[in-house]
Each structure stands twice: as structure tokens, then as C-alpha cells.
């Protein structure tokens, strides 16, 4: 099966989260003082984290736009295209999330969060983006450019409307948070499971009936 294309593409995806990532930490460390950094190191699992997904779902954008149609102009079958797609979105999922499992455990660095809380939250925002990444490469596959505009700006309104009622929902549970917040992280992965579960099931029709076009 002709992995390789997926992988090299999934290694360069997790080149450019690392480079984006640490780039942030460089610069937000310059500003500080000794003292401080420490702290952008304990946050650098969130750089790392937020980073990762938007990236991760601009490049599956780009590769339904121009590799998944090259990898199958080249000679892959249509389910070797499909199983690749699954290891360009995994690898950097499981990388990434690895490395921020192991910023957490820095010595002398006290983390925002622990990985108990950063990676089954990391792991279902990563799903999530991803497949809805998939989303808008099968809308641009779909209904062209405008389409995939249109879905963008679906999507913003209801991050910015989740992430309102996010908000809303910790402050009316502000008090008993410290209790009750380890729900947090299984939901995140288990909404980010389910998200990436329907894609699938979508992106298999989608890929099957797929027609490279000259």
C-alpha cells in the first residue's frame, strides 16, 4: 500500500506545528524575564495545542484541494487514498499530543494544566479539527471556492457561539468547578471521536465516487 506519500506529507504537518509553535514560546519568552519564563513554558502545551489544531485543519483543506487528487492520478486506489487521509490526520494528532504530554511533566515547570486534563482534551480538539478540516475539502470538492467560504464562516459562528456558552457554563458552576471540571476533557474527546467517527463514514462515499479531473 502506498503509505508513503501520507506519511511524508503527515511528518511536514508536524514540522510546521513544532516550528509555529516554538516560534510563539521564542517570542513571548523574549519579552519576559527570567522569572516569567517559566511560565510561557508551562503554557507552551496550549501553544502547542491550539497551533496544532488550526493547522492541522488548514492542511486538510489544502490536501483535498491538491494531494488527494495527485495521489490517486499517481496510481493509489481509492482506498489506499482514503486509508492515507486517516494517517496524515493521526500522525500529527498522536505526535502533538504526545509532546504535550511530556511538556507537562517538565521539571521545575508548573503546567496550566496536567495531562490528565491536556490529552484527552488535545486528542478530541485534534479529531475534531481535523475531520472538520475534512469537511471543508469535501465542500470545496463539492461546491468550489464559495462553498468552502461559506462553511468557514459556519464554522466561526458556531465556535464563537460554543465557546460563549462555554464560558457562561464554567461561571454558572464557578463554585463547584474544582469538583466537577474532570467531566471536561472525556467530553471534549468523546464529542471529537464522535465528529471524527461521522467523517469517516462521509469521507469513505466521498473519496469512493472520487474523479480526478484533468
Given at each position: 500500500m502506498r503509505l508513503r506519500f501520507w506519511f511524508r506529507n503527515g511528518l511536514q504537518t508536524v514540522a510546521a506545528?513544532?516550528?509555529a509553535s516554538v516560534l510563539y514560546g521564542l517570542l513571548m519568552g523574549i519579552q519576559l524575564d527570567g522569572s516569567e519564563l517559566a511560565d510561557v513554558l508551562g503554557l507552551m502545551p496550549i501553544y502547542l495545542t491550539l497551533f496544532g489544531a488550526i493547522m492541522l485543519l488548514a492542511m486538510?483543506?489544502?490536501i483535498y484541494k491538491f494531494s488527494l487528487g495527485l495521489s490517486i492520478s499517481l496510481g493509489s486506489t481509492r482506498r489506499e487514498a482514503f486509508v492515507?487521509?486517516?494517517?496524515f490526520r493521526l500522525?500529527?494528532?498522536l505526535v502533538t499530543v504526545g509532546l504535550t504530554a511530556l511538556l507537562t511533566l517538565i521539571p521545575g515547570v508548573e503546567s496550566f494544566w496536567g495531562p490528565a486534563v491536556?490529552?484527552?482534551a488535545a486528542l478530541g480538539l485534534f479529531l475534531a479539527t481535523g475531520a472538520f478540516g475534512s469537511l471543508l475539502g469535501m465542500v470545496y470538492l463539492r461546491f468550489g471556492k464559495l462553498g468552502t467560504v461559506l462553511s468557514v464562516i459556519l464554522f466561526i459562528l458556531i465556535g464563537i457561539n460554543g465557546g460563549a456558552l462555554t464560558v457562561m457554563a464554567?461561571?454558572?458552576n464557578r463554585f463547584s468547578l474544582p469538583i466537577s471540571a474532570a467531566w471536561i476533557p472525556w467530553t471534549i474527546l468523546a464529542a471529537g471521536a464522535l465528529i471524527y467517527g461521522l467523517m469517516m463514514l462521509l469521507e469513505s462515499n466521498v473519496v469512493r465516487k472520487y474523479q480526478v479531473r484533468m
Open positions: 506545528i513544532l516550528g486538510m483543506l489544502a492515507g487521509l486517516q494517517v500522525l500529527p494528532t491536556v490529552v484527552p464554567i461561571q454558572a
